[in-house]
């Protein structure tokens, strides 16, 4: 519903400023963690469409996240150089707001229609990542990111801001082992190749740029840009590809190497993909260990915005889980298990819940409202969860306190409760009663669980993972 009255009067005005022109129409969109506005601005030349975005409110603590004038500032040195990326009218640090050409286009959390144009449009994408690669933060006017150094001094830049905002998070306390270790080895194993410097997105691919017509028309949200490597950010499209899916990897990589005159190089992708879950916060990707999240960093995310409206929230959680074993065991050379498990016999009721996402499934299609049909979804989801549960819940709880009370030393019901006994498994790790590769294996098993619960909720994403090179 377009609305010119939605805006702050304060943005409004500053619109209005910058454009030398009116506001004539307004429409809140999804924006990924933020919020989102089309608008139009009526000038004498003609009417623009525009796009606004709003903040994240970072303030001046430590942040994964860049600020708008960085994301202008990326914006501005690339058009020159023909890469699809949106005029900027405006950016406002008071206001926390970016305001850009409007790109026509649709974003691939929505892959293309048909094989055809999804290979269309990955090849595209793939050309415009080896273009800004090929030209190399020398050649682009950034002033913010500073000096142009070595892939070892930028990365031990990021080392040092995701080790700030993981101090600042946990403040008296510890990070999670699987945090700390992955942080230590990361310090300890930078990689000692050299190369070309280059602007790296991060979060690049799949979800972060438009497509229209087998191309891509916009390559948007450069959060998490700065200086480095460009393994980091095939490390962080093999991330999008394992989330969204982005054709056959392989052949991408493939002409990635033509396009660019960039060899891969395997190893150093496998510590970017560590090194991206630094980057997202000491919680990310870790289930609960017993203890609350109260000392969590607020993500500045916009509380409006509902990105667990479809339940995807639910599966995509167990997924980061997996991605994250994997990345830590690939890195550091760790066994991985397989995802077998013991379960215990289907209940005498399971048929109604069949039932009930039947009588779900035949609703959707007679539903217009969008807000009505992601929830539908949610439910739906939601309710194959709580099937899988109802079924194995209470074993896989006990197989869980069993896996603890062994690390532990202890006879399974001496824990009070799960909650305690993670709390303790963790904090015997810490004091090196419980070694690391112990506590990954435990990780791993309570993942299985988990992941299995999760299966017919998670579709595709269960059959998912790390994207082969070769």
């Known amino acids: 519903m377009s609305d010119p009255q939605a805006l702050d009067p304060s943005v409004a005005s500053w619109i209005e400023a910058v454009t030398d022109g009116t506001i004539v129409d307004v429409q809140q969109i999804p924006a990924g963690g933020r919020l989102g506005w089309f608008v139009d601005v009526r000038r004498p030349e003609g009417t623009e469409a525009l796009f606004l975005q709003s903040g994240r409110g970072l303030g001046d603590g430590p942040s994964t996240f860049q600020g708008f004038e960085i994301e202008a500032e990326v914006y501005r040195a690339l058009r020159p150089h023909g890469l699809p990326v949106p005029r900027v009218w405006g950016v406002d640090k008071a206001l926390d707001v970016l305001l850009v050409d409007r790109i026509p286009g649709t974003v691939w959390f929505h892959p293309p229609a048909t094989p055809e144009e999804q290979e269309s449009v990955a090849r595209d994408f793939i050309r415009h990542l080896a273009t800004w690669h ?22 031990l ?6 080790e700030a905002l993981m101090a600042a998070a946990v403040g008296d306390g510890r990070a999670d082992p699987l945090v700390e270790q992955a942080m230590a080895w990361l310090r300890a194993n930078v990689p000692d190749a050299e190369g070309p410097v280059v602007l790296v997105q991060g979060d690049t691919g799949p979800g972060n740029f438009l497509y229209e017509d087998g191309r891509v028309t916009g390559i948007i949200d450069w959060e998490l840009a700065h200086l480095g490597d460009p393994m980091d950010d095939i ?17 991408r990589i493939r002409e990635y190497e033509e396009l660019s005159g960039i060899a891969v190089d395997e190893a150093r992708v496998r510590y970017y993909r560590l090194n991206a879950f630094s980057r997202l916060g000491p919680w990310f990707g870790l289930p609960s260990m017993g203890r609350g999240a109260a000392a969590r960093l607020d993500t500045g995310e916009a509380p409006e915005v509902n990105r667990a409206a479809d339940g995807s929230a639910l599966i995509l959680s167990t997924l980061h889980r997996r991605m994250r074993l994997d990345a830590t065991c690939d890195a550091m050379g760790l066994p991985k298990p397989g995802r077998e498990v013991d379960e215990a016999p289907e209940p ?4 109604m819940y069949d039932r009930i996402l039947e009588q779900l499934r035949s609703m959707v299609p007679r539903i217009e409202d969008r807000t009505a049909v992601n929830t539908t979804k949610a439910i739906a989801r939601q309710l194959k969860y709580l099937r899988e549960l109802d079924r194995n819940g209470e074993l896989f709880a006990a197989q869980e306190r069993e896996d603890i009370a062994e690390l532990l030393g202890r006879r399974p019901e001496s824990l009070e409760s799960l909650d305690e006994g993670r709390a303790a498994l963790v904090d015997a790790t810490h004091e090196g009663k419980v070694a690391f590769e112990d506590y990954v294996a435990y990780h791993w098993r309570r993942l299985r669980r988990d992941d299995h619960l ?3 909720a998670s579709g595709a994403l269960y059959e998912r993972a790390w994207p082969d090179l070769r």
């Not at 090929?134 to 150094?149: K, Q, T």
């Not at 830049?157 to 995701?162: E, F, I, S, V």
């Not at 093999?238 to 969204?244: F, L």
């Open 235 to 251: 490390a962080w499209l093999s991330w999008r590809a394992t989330q969204h899916g982005f054709t056959h990897f392989p052949d």
């Open 157 to 162: 830049d990021q080392l040092a801001k995701a």
């Open 134 to 155: 090929r030209i190399g933060a020398e050649a682009l006017d950034l002033p913010s990111f500073g000096p142009v150094r070595s892939w070892r001094e930028h990365q």
């Open 348 to 351: 005498a009721h399971s048929g």
């Open 454 to 456: 999760m299966r017919h």
